[in-house]
């Protein structure tokens, strides 16, 4: 592996509590510098399930990563220090290569009793998109890349403000150069308004999207997968403060995977209830989701809906299609016998609808690095299909556009190399005064165009129509 083209200062790791107004939520603290370049919020948005106790704030890295077009580049302060074509070197190795020696600069403070709870303290974070999966396996260029916002984009962050919501406490983690932010007046940062111009249009009619599922069940008939995952894309156009749009979707959307990313021009908006690939003292967990139902507010008919999932042998086949997937993915770097898959078929209820998910575990292999395990595994099964290549190959053929950071990841890397992933499903991407939103779903031989559709629908109920009130 080349050494790194920058060499960390050594500096001091510290973890200094914070004092903030009881049930202040990570949010208002972070509207001072949701407008700043590479600020980064990983939220868990109110929600109530378990992988929901810590929210992370962070910003002003001291190196940064980003791939587009084949091209790596690798930027201290904002000045180039290395450009790397993805054929040279992978852009997950070249984050790693940076990621280690920022590791090996540090030293721990003696004070530091917080460091093994907490889930980040200092490191590697931001996103993939779905498209770097190019960068990793040969697949069709059919539909031109119309967005600006980068294929990845990775921080080294030394300053992160991290929000245990369980026990109320607050902890700013930096290194000894970050001097301490008065956070308390951060909280009288001003809002600012947000608004969408005109409606959603999608990228296809629903007869247009019954053509494609038609093309998609000629290829499972033919043989050529079990399963395709297909979407379609809404877009409609903003004005004001994507932030604002951010924060009027958390408060309808409570789901442990939200993030709020600003890259430049570009912002994105996550809200997704989906892990994907966690890797937390050598123990791996991957919890995919496959089966989806819409939630009610009648209890009786809410919990029917639950149970015609649950039921359902047609989403059970969907799941542990992509169960055998992802087994097979994260394998490649796992100790031989150690997968697991401890839950199956198990239901998770989220605002707008239902989801069956599984949990399948493993330990992480010797000499795998947990963004090689991520690299093997990228991008997800659950959003692709069976077998991932062809799906991919049928997704690009038939999707009318890229879908950017759609079915991507954000992602963390700790310095003790804990990683923690999700799937970009339920998430948007702002820029150049266009808003875009996907939604999709796993298709099999006996799906219905008509209930794949509306499946569609019901996956971002909580989300187009909430934006269109939030400016009215």
């Known amino acids: 592996m080349p050494q790194p083209l920058f060499s960390f200062p050594t500096e001091t790791l510290h973890i200094t509590p914070v004092t903030l107004p009881a049930n202040t939520p990570l949010q208002a603290v972070f509207q001072q510098i949701a407008g700043d ?6 939220d868990s948005g109110t929600s109530t399930q378990s992988n929901s ?14 791939t587009k077009a084949g091209t790596t580049e690798v930027r201290a302060r904002g000045d180039i220090l290395e450009t790397i074509t993805c054929k040279n070197e992978s852009p997950l190795d070249t984050a790693k290569r940076y990621f280690t020696a920022f590791q090996h600069s540090l030293t721990l403070d003696a004070n530091c009793q ?15 998109s779905y498209d770097l999966g190019r960068d990793y396996e040969t697949l069709p260029a059919l539909n ?18 991290i929000h245990d919501v369980q026990e109320d406490c607050w902890y700013f983690c ?3 150069d970050v001097a301490i932010p008065d956070f308390n007046h951060w909280l009288a ?13 999608s990228n296809m009619s629903e007869a247009q999207y019954s053509d494609a599922l038609a093309a998609v069940h000629d290829y499972l008939v033919a043989g050529d997968c079990y399963q395709v995952n297909f979407a379609q894309r809404f877009t409609t156009g903003y004005e004001g403060c994507l932030w604002a749009a951010y924060r009027t979707l958390t408060q309808a959307n409570s789901v442990p995977f939200s993030a709020f990313m600003r890259i430049a021009d570009s912002a994105v908006l996550s809200l997704s209830p989906e892990r994907f690939i966690q890797c937390r003292n050598g123990v791996v967990e991957t919890k995919p989701i496959k089966g989806t139902r819409p939630r009610f507010t009648n209890p009786t008919e809410d919990a029917a809906s639950a149970e015609s999932l649950l039921s359902a042998e047609k989403d059970r086949a969907e799941n542990l299609m992509i169960v055998d997937l992802l087994r097979n993915d994260i394998s490649k770097h796992s100790v031989p016998g150690s997968l697991q898959v401890p839950e199956l078929f198990k239901l998770e209820s989220y605002p707008a609808v239902h989801h069956m998910v599984t949990r399948i575990t493993s330990q992480l292999a010797p000499g795998s690095h947990p963004l090689d395990l991520l690299a093997g595994c990228f991008p997800g099964g659950s959003i692709t299909g069976a077998p991932k290549i062809r799906a991919m190959e049928i997704i690009e053929e038939l999707e009318p556009n890229r879908r950017g ?13 804990d990683l923690d ?8 991407l702002g820029e150049q005064n266009q808003l875009f939103c996907w939604a999709g779903g796993g298709i099999v031989l006996d799906s219905d165009a008509a209930e794949e559709y509306q499946e569609t629908l019901d996956k971002v109920a909580r989300i187009l129509p909430v934006l269109e009130v939030c400016c009215e």
């Open 144 to 161: 031109r890349d119309e967005y600006q916002c980068p294929e990845m984009a990775l921080g080294i962050y030394n300053r992160a403000l």
């Open 174 to 176: 930096h290194t000894s």
């Open 405 to 417: 950071i759609y079915c991507g990841s954000f992602l963390y890397l700790g310095l003790k190399n």
């Open 37 to 42: 370049n590479w600020s980064l919020l990983y």
């Open 114 to 128: 917080h460091y093994n709870q907490l889930p980040l303290v200092l490191g590697l974070a931001g996103f993939c």
């Open 53 to 66: 106790r810590y929210d992370i704030a962070l910003w002003s890295p001291v190196l940064t990563i980003t």
């Open 189 to 201: 940062s001003p809002s600012a308004p947000f608004s969408i111009k005109g409606g959603w249009q």
């Open 421 to 428: 992933s999700s799937i970009c499903i339920r998430t948007l």
